[in-house]
C-alpha cells in the first residue's frame, strides 16, 4: 500500500518558534497533499489543500501567514507554523492523493506537537 | 447544518457480535464515501470506500449506501477487541476533499 510519512513524529517548542513539519510520500508521487489539525477527542479539521507549484488552498478561518505551506515536489509538502502559540500545541496530519477512479487518500501518522 | 452527522458514541459491543456503525449526510450530491478508522493517538487508516447504492464488502467489513435516504453505515462482523477505535465517515468531494464526521468511538467488551 501506499506509503506516507511525517516528521518529526512529535515536537516540543518554546512560544514564538517556529516548527517545520514534513510530509513525504515514499513510494508514489503526489501532486495534492492536505493538512489536518485534531485537537484532543476533535475529529480531524482541514486546514489547507496542497498542490505541487502552486500556492495552498486555505480552508476558512486558517490563517495563512502563520500556516506557511511549501509543496516543492511531488512527494513533499513542508507546513511551518509561525510564531507558535500554546494553543497551536495539537496533532497535524498530512495526506496525500493517489489521482485514481477513487482518489483515495493516504495519511501520514501525525505529528504532535507542544507549544511551551 | 453538518455535513455529516454520526453518533459519537460510545458504542459498546460484545464481541463476536456485528457492530453497526451509521452516518447521514447533507449534500445530496455527494456520490462516495470513505469509512476510516483511526486509533487513539494514531492517524486515519483507510477501512472502505463506497460509491454505488447497495453493499460493498471487504473481509469482516460490509458498507452499504442509500443516496436517497443519504444515509451510509458501516457494519462490522465478528467484531474484535482491536476493532476498538474511532469509526469516520467522510464524504468524497469534486474538490478531491474530504470532510471528516465527528466519528463514532466503538469498544468491543470481551
Known amino acids: 500500500g501506499a506509503v506516507v510519512s511525517q516528521h518529526p513524529s512529535w515536537v516540543i517548542c518554546k512560544s514564538g518558534t517556529s516548527v517545520k513539519i514534513e510530509c513525504r510520500s515514499l513510494?508514489?508521487?503526489?501532486?495534492?497533499m492536505f493538512w489536518y489539525r485534531q485537537f484532543p477527542k476533535q475529529s480531524l479539521m482541514l486546514m489547507a489543500t496542497?498542490?505541487?507549484?502552486?500556492?495552498?488552498?486555505?480552508e476558512q478561518g486558517v490563517e495563512k501567514d502563520k500556516f506557511l505551506i511549501n509543496h516543492a515536489s511531488l512527494t513533499l509538502s513542508t507546513l511551518t507554523v509561525t510564531s507558535a502559540h500554546p494553543e497551536d500545541s495539537s496533532f497535524y496530519i498530512c495526506?496525500?492523493?493517489?489521482?485514481?477512479?477513487?482518489?483515495?487518500?493516504?495519511f501520514g501518522p501525525g505529528t504532535r506537537l507542544t507549544v511551551l | 447544518q453538518k455535513e455529516v452527522e454520526q453518533n459519537s458514541g460510545p458504542l459498546s459491543v460484545p464481541e463476536g457480535a456485528i457492530a453497526s456503525l451509521n452516518c447521514t449526510y447533507s449534500d445530496r450530491g455527494s456520490q462516495s464515501f470513505f469509512w476510516y478508522r483511526q486509533y487513539s493517538g494514531k492517524s486515519p487508516e483507510l477501512i472502505m470506500f463506497i460509491y454505488s447504492n447497495g453493499d460493498k464488502e471487504d473481509g469482516r467489513f460490509t458498507a452499504q449506501l442509500n443516496k436517497a435516504s443519504q444515509y451510509v453505515s458501516l457494519l462490522i462482523r465478528d467484531s474484535q477487541p482491536s476493532d476498538s477505535a474511532t469509526y469516520l465517515c467522510a464524504p468524497y468531494s469534486s474538490a478531491s476533499k474530504i470532510i471528516f464526521g465527528s466519528g463514532t468511538r466503538l469498544s468491543i467488551r470481551p
Open positions: 513510494d508514489f508521487q503526489a501532486t495534492t
Open positions: 495526506s496525500a492523493m493517489i489521482l485514481s477512479s477513487t482518489d483515495t487518500q493516504y
Open positions: 496542497s498542490n505541487e507549484g502552486s500556492k495552498a488552498t486555505y
